[in-house]
């Protein structure tokens, strides 16, 4: 079983950053691909960010140049720095671990709320 907690979420003005934090229970960076996602009101859960075990970096157009997904393999914890952050960044933000055999199984933390907002 796979424990993941996220932190760092909160309030910010547009053009802000934020870093947000994912814990693992344990040395999991070499046998699960992770991820960042999020969903807001009335959009479909989108993934953000990933990557593999490999340190293969993934993101979607939308936040390419300005979040940047990492990995603290000493600490079990993963990164989402969010730069030039804007409104429709607004979201509650969720990370998780998966085999890349099942994409879309795997574990997931219980999310932060990133509001971007003036």
């Known amino acids: 079983q796979v424990q993941l907690v996220e932190s760092g979420g909160g309030l910010v003005q547009p053009g802000g950053s934020l870093r947000l934090s994912c814990a693992a229970s344990?040395?999991?960076?070499?046998?699960?691909?992770m991820g960042w996602y999020r969903q807001s009101p009335g959009k479909q859960h989108e993934r953000v960010a990933t990557?593999?075990?490999?340190?293969?970096?993934n993101y979607i157009e939308s936040v390419k140049g300005r979040f940047t997904i990492s990995r603290d393999i000493a600490k079990n914890t993963m990164y989402l720095q969010m730069n030039s952050l804007k409104p429709e960044d607004t979201a509650v933000y969720y990370c998780k671990a998966y085999r890349a055999s099942n994409p879309y199984g795997g574990y997931w933390g219980q999310g932060t709320q990133v509001t971007v907002s003036s």
């Open positions: 990557v593999s075990t490999d340190g293969i970096t």
């Open positions: 344990g040395s999991i960076f070499s046998i699960y691909y």
